[in-house]
C-alpha cells in the first residue's frame, strides 16, 4: 500500500482542515463503560457444533488430556514428568512406576487479536483507526465473557509479554486492555507484525473448536498474502472472525488539495497532490480489492468478516455486530 497512508493525521498545506483532526489512542473512559454494558447484549459469538462449544464449561470432554477429574487411561511413568502424578498403590503392583491421565475440563475460549501496526495509528475523523479497534476489542471481550467464554487478548505488534492463559475474569482484563492502551499512549516507531511465525504460536497454544476475531486493517498481512491463505489452518480448526477497520479517506480520499501527512518519524512525513484524480482512483481501488479479498477468504473458509469504520458510534456498531453474527452477512460488506 501507499506509504503516505501509515501516518497519524493528515492537514492541509494550503488551509485549515475542514474536518476535526483525531485526537488520543485511548478511548474514552465513558465509551469503555459504553462498550461492556453493550457486548453483553450481543447474541452468541459462537456455534453450538463446534467440537467444545458448551453453555458451561466442563459440560465436554476436552481436546486435550492434562489434570481434571475425569480418568482417561493408565500409563507409565516417562522421565521429566512430576512424581506426584504417580500412581503409587498401582505402582507397588507393577514392574514400573505408573501413572494415571485425567481429562481436562473443556470451555471455550475467545482468542482477540489487535492488530497495532503503524497503519493503525491513522485517522481523518473524530479518532485513529486504533482507537476504534480497541473499543471494538472491549466490546467483543465483554460479549465473551457474558457468553461464559475464557477470553486472550493477543498484540503481536508490541514488546513481548508474559504470557496469559485465557481469562474469565472482567477485572484482569480489563486491566490487560488498559494496559495495552497505556502502551499505544506514547508509541515509539511502530514495529513491524511477523504475522506468520504469530499464527504458528498462536496455532500451537489453541486447542480446535476456540473463536478466532482479528481486529486490524491488514496492510501488512495483505501486502505479503493477498490471499490471507495464511489464515487457513486456524481457520479450518476454529471459528475464523476478521474486522477490518477503515478510515473514510482510505475508503475515498477527498479533494483536499496539497496534502501533508504527518508520520512517525517525522522525516516519513510525505505531501500529497490529493487533486490528481488518478492518484484517488488507485487508492480507492487498491482499498476495495483488499476487502474483497478478506470477505471472499472469510466466505471461503465458513468465517465472518464487516468493515468497521472509525466514524461508526457506539449504538451503531451494537447492531451491526449482530447482523454479521446472526447471519453471517456485515452491513458494510453488503
Known amino acids: 500500500?501507499?506509504?503516505?497512508?501509515?501516518?497519524?493525521l493528515?492537514?492541509?498545506?494550503?488551509?485549515?482542515?475542514?474536518?476535526?483532526?483525531?485526537?488520543?489512542?485511548?478511548?474514552?473512559?465513558?465509551?469503555?463503560?459504553?462498550?461492556?454494558?453493550?457486548?453483553?447484549?450481543?447474541?452468541p459469538l459462537m456455534a453450538e457444533n463446534l467440537p467444545v462449544a458448551v453453555l458451561l464449561p466442563g459440560d465436554q470432554r476436552a481436546q486435550r488430556l492434562g489434570q481434571?477429574?475425569?480418568?482417561?487411561?493408565?500409563?507409565?511413568?516417562?522421565?521429566?514428568?512430576?512424581?506426584?502424578?504417580?500412581?503409587?498403590?498401582i505402582s507397588a503392583r507393577t514392574t514400573e512406576p505408573m501413572v494415571r491421565i485425567f481429562r481436562e475440563p473443556a470451555q471455550r475460549q475467545c482468542h482477540i487479536v489487535l492488530d497495532t501496526?503503524?497503519?493503525?495509528?491513522?485517522?481523518?475523523?473524530?479518532?485513529?483507526?486504533?482507537?476504534?479497534?480497541?473499543?471494538?476489542?472491549h466490546v467483543l471481550?465483554?460479549?465473551?465473557?457474558?457468553?461464559?467464554?475464557?477470553?486472550s487478548v493477543h498484540?503481536?505488534?508490541?514488546?513481548?509479554?508474559?504470557?496469559?492463559?485465557?481469562?474469565?475474569?472482567?477485572?484482569?482484563?480489563?486491566?490487560?486492555?488498559?494496559?495495552?492502551?497505556?502502551?499505544?499512549?506514547?508509541?515509539?516507531?511502530?514495529?513491524?507484525?511477523?504475522?506468520?511465525?504469530?499464527?504458528?504460536?498462536?496455532?500451537?497454544?489453541?486447542a480446535a473448536g476456540q473463536l478466532l476475531i482479528v481486529i486490524g486493517d491488514f496492510y501488512s498481512d495483505f501486502t505479503e498474502d493477498h490471499n490471507l491463505m495464511g489464515w487457513l489452518p486456524l481457520a479450518q480448526k476454529h471459528r475464523l472472525m476478521l474486522l477490518p477497520v477503515a478510515d473514510s479517506a482510505e475508503r475515498a480520499l477527498p479533494d483536499l488539495g496539497t496534502v501533508t501527512f504527518a508520520a512517525t518519524p517525522p522525516k516519513r512525513s510525505q505531501r500529497l497532490d490529493t487533486h490528481d484524480p488518478a492518484i484517488r482512483a488507485e487508492l480507492a481501488t487498491r482499498f476495495a480489492e483488499r476487502q474483497r479479498a478478506i470477505r471472499?477468504?472469510?466466505?471461503?473458509?465458513?468465517?465472518?468478516?464487516?468493515?468497521?469504520d472509525t466514524t461508526t458510534e457506539l449504538t451503531d456498531l451494537l447492531p451491526q455486530l449482530t447482523e454479521l453474527v446472526m447471519t453471517g452477512q456485515g452491513v458494510q460488506a453488503a
Request: charged residues 15%; glycine residues 8%; aromatic residues 8%.
Open 10 to 43: 493528515f492537514r492541509r498545506a494550503n488551509h485549515p482542515a475542514v474536518q476535526t483532526p483525531a485526537q488520543g489512542i485511548a478511548p474514552q473512559a465513558e465509551a469503555v463503560e459504553q462498550a461492556w454494558r453493550l457486548g453483553g447484549q450481543l447474541p
Open 296 to 308: 471472499a477468504f472469510s466466505l471461503a473458509v465458513g468465517g465472518l468478516s464487516d468493515v468497521i
Open 117 to 137: 501496526s503503524a497503519t493503525m495509528f491513522f485517522g481523518t475523523r473524530r479518532q485513529l483507526k486504533i482507537t476504534q479497534a480497541l473499543t471494538v476489542a
Open 141 to 151: 471481550t465483554a460479549a465473551a465473557l457474558h457468553q461464559n467464554l475464557a477470553v
Open 68 to 89: 481434571g477429574m475425569d480418568f482417561e487411561l493408565l500409563r507409565a511413568y516417562q522421565p521429566g514428568e512430576p512424581a506426584q502424578l504417580i500412581d503409587w498403590r
Open 155 to 206: 498484540t503481536p505488534g508490541l514488546p513481548a509479554r508474559p504470557a496469559r492463559h485465557p481469562s474469565t475474569s472482567r477485572a484482569a482484563l480489563l486491566d490487560q486492555l488498559h494496559g495495552i492502551e497505556a502502551m499505544l499512549a506514547h508509541p515509539a516507531t511502530p514495529q513491524p507484525i511477523d504475522w506468520m511465525g504469530f499464527r504458528q504460536r498462536l496455532q500451537g497454544c489453541m
Open 1 to 8: 500500500m501507499w506509504p503516505f497512508l501509515s501516518p497519524l
